[in-house]
C-alpha cells in the first residue's frame, strides 16, 4: 500500500477563453473526481507568461484572465468548498520547488518534449527559457502537493511522464520515498478534441480560426454556428467505429457528442448510424447548447461579483499553501539546505 493518500492536482493556462477540448479533455474528470478524492484546481499563471507577450496579452489581460478561468472552473462544476481552487503564482513554493527539480531535471529529458517543439516552432533561440523550463514547473505543481493523480488531455502525457521521471530520480539520488509516482489520468471519450476545421489538428486555444473550437463563452447561437459548419466528408454516419476509420472530423464529432451525453461512442453510432450527417449534427448542436451555453451564463454571474472571485483564490491559495510548504520544507532538508 502506497504512504501517500490519493490526491488530485490540475491546472489550465490562462492564455484566452477556455474551449470544448479543456473541458471534455480535462475539466469533466475534474469535477467528477470531486466526489471520490481530495482536489487541487490551479489556474497556472506562472505558466502562461512563458509564452510571448502578444499570447497571453500583458498585465491586464493576464489578470483577467486569470479570474475568468477560476470563474469558468466553478461554472463548469467546481465547488470551491470541495476543491482548492487557487492560482498558482500566489504560492511560492512551486517556483522553490522549481529550481530543486531544475537541478535533478537532465537537458537531455527536456530536449525531447514534443510540446517545446511545436509552442517555440522555427523559432527556438527566440523562445523564453520558461517555456523550455514548462514541465518542470508542472513537475514542481504537481509534487508539490504529494499529488498522486493528474487529471489532463492525451497532448500531457509526456509532461505527466517526465514528472514520474524527476520523482524517481529525486528518490534515488536522495535515497528517500518521499515524492509519488504519480498517476495521468487520461479518461473518457474526448482525451483529444480536434479542430472543428481540420480533424487532424487539436482543438486549441492558439488557431488562428476562432470556427475551429467551441469556446466555453460562446453564445448558444455561435455553438450551434459553429457545429452546423463543422468540417465532415461527403459520406453519412457509420453504425460501428470501424466505418470511422479515416475519417477524424467524423470521428471528433462523435466522440464529443459521446463525452457530452455520457456515453460510449458506440452508443452514439447506434443511435444515429446509418443517418444523415446534417441530422447528427442538428441533434449535436442542441446538445452542445444544452450542456455548453449554461457555463457561460454562470460565469457571467460569477464575474459580476469580482470580490467573490478575489476571495476564492485567496481562500484557496491559504489552502494550498498549507499542504504545499510543509513539503517544500521537507524537500530542502532533504536536499541538504540549512532550514530555519
Ligand atoms: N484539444 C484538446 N482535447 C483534449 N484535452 C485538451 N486540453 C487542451 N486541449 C485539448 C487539455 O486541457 C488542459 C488545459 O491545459 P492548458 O491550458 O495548459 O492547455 P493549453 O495547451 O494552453 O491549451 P491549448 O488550447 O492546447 O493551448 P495552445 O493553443 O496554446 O496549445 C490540459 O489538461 C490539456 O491536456
Redesign the pocket.
Known sequence: MSQFKPRVF????P?GNL?L??Y???MLNWVRMQASHETIYCV?DM?AITQAMSVWGGPKELNTATRNVAAAYMAAGINPKRSILFNQSQVAEHGELTWIFNCVARLGWLNRMTQFKE?AGKDRENASVGLYDYPVLMAADILAYHATHVP?????KQHLELCRDIAIKFNNDFGVDFFPITEPVIMGP?????SLRDGTK??????PSDLSRINLTDSADDIAKKIRKAKTDADGLPSDREGLEGRPEADNLVGIYAALAGMEADAVLKQFGGGQFSSFKNALADLSVAKLAPIAVEMNRLLADPGYVEGVLNDGANRARAIAAPIVKEARKIVGFVVG
Open positions: 490540475s491546472g489550465m493556462q492564455t474551449h477540448g479543456n471534455l479533455g480535462a497556472v505558466h509552442k489532463v488531455g492525451e497532448d500531457q474526448a482525451t483529444r478534441v480536434m487539436k482543438m486549441s486555444k492558439s488557431d
